[in-house]
C-alpha cells in the first residue's frame, strides 16, 4: 500500500513539476488571448512582441494555449470557435450605403447599379483566382479590410449583416459568391475557413 502511495506521491510531484514547467513557457512566450472588441471573438496578442493574430501561435501545442492569460475566452478550437468561419470580400460602396465613404473617396456618389456594375466587372477578373481576388481587394475595395487583401478575420453568425453571414456561411471553403447587397455596399465573398 506504502509503495502505491509513493508512487502517486512521485507522479503527481512529477506532473506538478511538468506542468510548472509548462507555464513558465507559456508565460515567457509573452502570448496572450484576448477579446476583439469590434469582432466580439478572441485573438491572440503578444505582449512582448505586440504581435496579434486570429490563429494561434505554432509554436505553441494545444495544451499551452490552454494555459494562456485569457483561454476562458475560447469557446472550442484554436481560431474563435465553433461555428466560426473566415471569409474575405471586395466591397462597393454607392450613395445609399450606410456609410457612402471609403479610406479612398471621402464622398461616394455612385448608384447601387453602377456599384453592381463595377463590382461585376471585378468579378469577371478574378474568375476562381484567390491570387487576384486579393490583388483588386487590396486596390479596389472601399472597406479597411483592403488593407489585408480583404481578410474579415473569423467571425460567427450574428457578428454581420445578415445578408452577408448567409452567403458566407453557405459558401464551401475556397468558394465565391454572387454579388451580395448588405446595406453597406455591394460585395463579393470568398470563403477562406
Request: aromatic fraction near 6%; charged fraction near 20%.
Amino acid at each position: 500500500m506504502s509503495t502505491v502511495s509513493v508512487v502517486n506521491r512521485t507522479t503527481n510531484t512529477t506532473k506538478a513539476t511538468s506542468s510548472s514547467h509548462q507555464i513558465n513557457l507559456v508565460m515567457s512566450s509573452g502570448w496572450e488571448i484576448r477579446m476583439s472588441n469590434s469582432k466580439g471573438i478572441p485573438y491572440y496578442f503578444n505582449a512582448a512582441t505586440k504581435q496579434s493574430s486570429w490563429d494561434a501561435p505554432s509554436e505553441l501545442s494545444e495544451d499551452q494555449i490552454k494555459s494562456l492569460p485569457g483561454s476562458q475566452h475560447l469557446s472550442g478550437g484554436s481560431s474563435g470557435g465553433a461555428g466560426t468561419i473566415t471569409a474575405s470580400h471586395l466591397l462597393v460602396k454607392h450613395k445609399d450605403s450606410r456609410r457612402p465613404s471609403s479610406w479612398k473617396e471621402a464622398n461616394i456618389t455612385r448608384s447601387k447599379e453602377e456599384a453592381t456594375d463595377i463590382l461585376r466587372g471585378y468579378q469577371a477578373q478574378v474568375g476562381n483566382s484567390r491570387e487576384k481576388f486579393e490583388e483588386l481587394a487590396n486596390i479596389h475595395s472601399d472597406c479597411s479590410s483592403h488593407s489585408q487583401k480583404g481578410n474579415l478575420g473569423p467571425f460567427s453568425k450574428g457578428q454581420m449583416q445578415k445578408p452577408f453571414e448567409d452567403a458566407a456561411f453557405g459558401l464551401q471553403v475556397g468558394e465565391f459568391s454572387d454579388i451580395i447587397s448588405t446595406d453597406s455596399g455591394v460585395h463579393i465573398i470568398l470563403r477562406t475557413a
